[in-house]
């Protein structure tokens, strides 16, 4: 059994509105390709087991594993879908290697939302289809809901949320990967189109296309083959009640959970004190400031206060989504966990460029899958 794993080696590819002149699986080559350099392997000699992430309706085909084994080197090889989110497929990669079976395992993650026609009612099918799907919820309406419900039990404002619409498209300006930068006011969000009260478009991540591949491996490998290996120190996911009319609309309690699965995996007793850096969702604004009261960093109806104040900002108490996070980068589907894990890496590593966070030594990343799901999952990473 392998007591410790470590991320070896990271590519990407993207993140734009639209990718015409690239196919899915030439995305993925090439972020393969990337990840595989950096972490010196050859996938056919090397690699011993592979996971992609993918949801079945978004790629049009049904046991999607099946068409990713070219791009990514594992032809003929095991290779197998995690229908969830990416750091679910990197913690099912980490229990692999943990098991001593395996020694190195890559995990693949992509977007092409601009190959999808009807993108907003193959996402709203995944509603119950007995209760819910025939009354025609638009996923944007049901995320509404969530937001006024959070913002009445919390005390948060609509202009809190708009101060991360602000802050994240702002860091995306330094983010060379990212499709949606911008330097906004809160007046200029506050004032865009609404899609459902008091949700907002610009407080909406817009769909981007992109792929992440990562590699990770067992101790004894990673010394061998990085000098820099980020070493997996707790992961976790949960999912709440999957039905609309039993949930919790106010809190992340799937957040909650998983957070407190990682904390007590990587020894976390205080998180505001250990962790140096947080990439947390933010496919709707009002979901950051969710996320980080879930997580612990601050009580409930904090988050909003600590934003606005600038606390969150990438030279401040907590940096939170110094990519960009999806406001800024893109909504990049069942890839997006892996964009926030690939940031943490980056920062950790020293290698964020212009947007580096200096002294940072142990990272967050935080995932949600989305409307419907109350499905999400926390990876604590550490250099």
């Known amino acids: 059994m392998h007591e410790r794993v470590a991320i070896v080696g990271i590519g990407c590819t993207g993140f734009r509105s639209i990718t015409p002149e690239q196919s899915y699986k030439e995305m993925v080559y090439e972020a393969a390709m990337r ?5 010196g392997v050859d996938p056919r000699r090397d690699v011993d087991s592979f996971v992609t ?20 080197g594992g ?26 079976q395996f020694d190195v395992v890559a995990v693949e993650g992509h977007s092409k939302a601009s190959n999808i026609k009807t ?26 809901l969530e937001m006024n419900s959070y913002l009445f039990e919390s005390g948060s404002t609509p202009e809190q949320c708009a101060a991360v619409v602000v802050k994240n498209r702002f860091n995306a300006l330094k983010n060379p990967a990212a499709a949606y930068g911008a330097d906004l006011t809160i007046e200029e969000v506050l004032a865009g189109p609404i899609l459902s009260w008091p949700l907002g478009q610009r407080e909406t991540a817009e769909h ?26 707790g992961a976790g996911w949960s999912n709440d009640s999957p039905s609309l009319e039993y949930r919790d609309w106010s809190h992340a309690i799937y957040s909650e959970v998983a ?11 205080n998180p505001l004190e250990a962790v140096d850096i947080a990439e947390v969702d933010d496919i709707y604004a009002y979901k950051e400031l969710q996320a980080i009261e879930a997580l612990g960093f601050c009580r409930e109806g904090e988050a909003g206060i600590l934003t606005t104040e600038g606390f969150t900002s990438a030279d401040s108490g907590l940096p939170v989504n110094v990519s960009g996070g999806s406001l800024g980068m893109g909504n ?52």
């Open 332 to 383: 990049l589907l069942d890839a997006n966990g892996l964009a926030r894990a690939y940031e943490i890496v980056l920062q950790l590593r020293g290698e964020a460029g212009l947007r580096q966070v200096e002294d940072v030594n142990i990272g967050l990343a935080q995932s949600w899958r989305g409307v419907p799901t109350t499905s999400g999952a926390v990876l604590i990473l550490a250099n």
């Open 35 to 39: 990840a595989y350099n950096d972490a």
């Open 53 to 72: 992430v993918a949801e079945d309706f978004h790629e049009g085909t049904s046991i999607f594993d099946e068409y990713t084994p070219d791009q990514i």
């Open 208 to 233: 981007a296309d992109g792929a992440i591949v990562m590699v990770l491996a067992a101790e004894e490998k990673a010394s061998s083959l990085s000098d820099k290996p980020i070493w997996i120190l």
């Open 75 to 100: 032809a003929l090889r095991s290779v197998h879908t995690i229908t969830g989110d990416g750091l679910h497929g990197i913690a099912t990669a980490y229990m692999l290697i943990r098991t001593g």
């Open 259 to 269: 957070a407190r699965i990682a904390y007590r995996q990587a020894g976390i007793n």
């Open 119 to 144: 993108l907003p009612e193959v996402t709203a099918y995944a509603q119950d289809p007995i209760l819910n799907r025939p009354l025609k919820f638009n996923s944007h309406f049901i995320a509404g």
